[in-house]
């Protein structure tokens, strides 16, 4: 009796409730349940499963490396870290605001770990992210090959809520990756928000990217 129902609630892309169908009907008919409090339990084990699957979706997206959430920070590694500044960036509450985020500071003091921590935490929340270091930004717009991609190339850094530009600084940007680099963060400016994490100070950047 209950397979073609499940059946029915695969086809109706129900998945999620399909799968705690049985454990539902023992909990209703042990518990007593009426029959609306039954249909709120199914339905929100669909909402779980559903939400699960979107934030899989845009985590993957995001193309993170090698993703740590905050709460796996080593704070006692560096104890002069800006702790409450950093909870607070996790909030997420910048994004709101379309504000930039600037992480400085010497190589080994977790800036990449932070900044992917607040990117996972947008996404948590419902945001968009995506990640690139430096390197992957000169890849990105570096060959002749790509100059038919370029739009699309383009969309990938401007479309989400939040983007993160990790290690500038490390590389000097070729002209041509210095010049959408800086289109990217024109255009995002006081539209949508962009972390960058970088191991030199603000004004050596004009040295890195060059005359655009």
């Not at 909870?87 to 992480?103: G, M, N």
């Not at 739009?151 to 490390?170: E, N």
């Not at 680099?181 to 060059?210: A, C, V, Y």
Request: glycine share 6%.
């Amino acid at each position: 009796m209950r397979d073609p129902l499940r059946a029915n609630l695969r086809q109706l892309r129900l998945s999620g409730l399909a799968a705690s169908l049985d454990v539902r009907i023992q909990e209703a008919q042990a518990s007593r349940l009426s029959h609306l409090e039954f249909l709120e339990l199914i339905l929100q084990d669909e909402l779980a499963v559903r939400g699960q699957r979107q934030l899989d979706r845009r985590t993957k997206l995001a193309l993170f490396r090698d993703l740590k959430p905050l709460d796996q920070f080593d704070w006692d590694f560096n104890t002069s870290l800006p702790r409450k500044q950093i909870f607070e960036l996790a909030t997420c509450q910048f994004l709101h605001q379309s504000r930039d985020v600037l992480l400085v500071g010497p190589p080994g003091t977790g800036k990449t770990h932070i900044a992917q921590a607040i990117g996972y935490a947008a996404i948590k929340q419902g945001r968009t992210a995506f990640y690139r270091s430096i390197f992957d930004v000169v890849r990105d717009f570096l060959h002749e090959e790509a100059i038919d991609q370029d739009d699309a190339t383009l969309a990938r850094y401007l479309r989400p809520d939040l983007l993160i530009i990790d290690d500038m600084g490390m590389k000097q940007l070729p002209k041509r990756s210095g010049e959408y680099l800086f289109e990217i963060i024109m255009r995002r400016h006081q539209t949508r928000s962009t972390i960058m994490t970088s191991n030199r100070p603000l004004e050596d950047w004009g040295k890195l990217i060059g005359d655009v």
